[in-house]
């Protein structure tokens, strides 16, 4: 039974940092995608971060570009989304993700999904 645990979510003032955390049971992340989403409430779910583990390309979205950093440890398993500078517009449940390549921006190419974790990032 594959799982992905989020944790390190929660409550930063402005200008803080919080690193995630998506450890994976019952799937190798090796050379496959993975992705972090996020939802805020009344809003859709977008991509901020993505990476073929295969590579060493990642791609964000602009709203999160020079902030966040996503990366991995293959002894563990796990992959790490690091955030930097946050802002209140960056509150939002995040979700990880991961799924066959090839990679994309969209949900639904992504077959496995973790609970989410909140950030709340305050004024």
């Known amino acids: 039974q594959v799982q992905l645990v989020e944790s390190g979510g929660g409550s930063v003032q402005a200008g803080g940092s919080l690193r995630l955390s998506c450890a994976a049971s019952g799937y190798t992340y090796n050379r496959n995608c993975v992705g972090w989403f996020r939802q805020a409430p009344g809003k859709e779910r977008e991509g901020v971060a993505r990476k073929y583990l295969g590579s060493s390309n990642t791609y964000y979205a602009d709203s999160v570009k020079g902030r966040f950093t996503i990366s991995q440890d293959n002894a563990k398993n796990t992959v790490y989304l690091q955030m930097n500078s946050l802002k209140p517009g960056d509150t939002a449940m995040y979700y990880c993700?991961?799924?066959?390549?090839?990679?994309?921006?969209?949900?639904?190419?992504?077959?496995?999904w973790g609970q989410g974790t909140q950030v709340t990032v305050s004024s």
């Open positions: 993700a991961a799924g066959s390549p090839p990679c994309t921006w969209s949900s639904s190419s992504y077959r496995y």
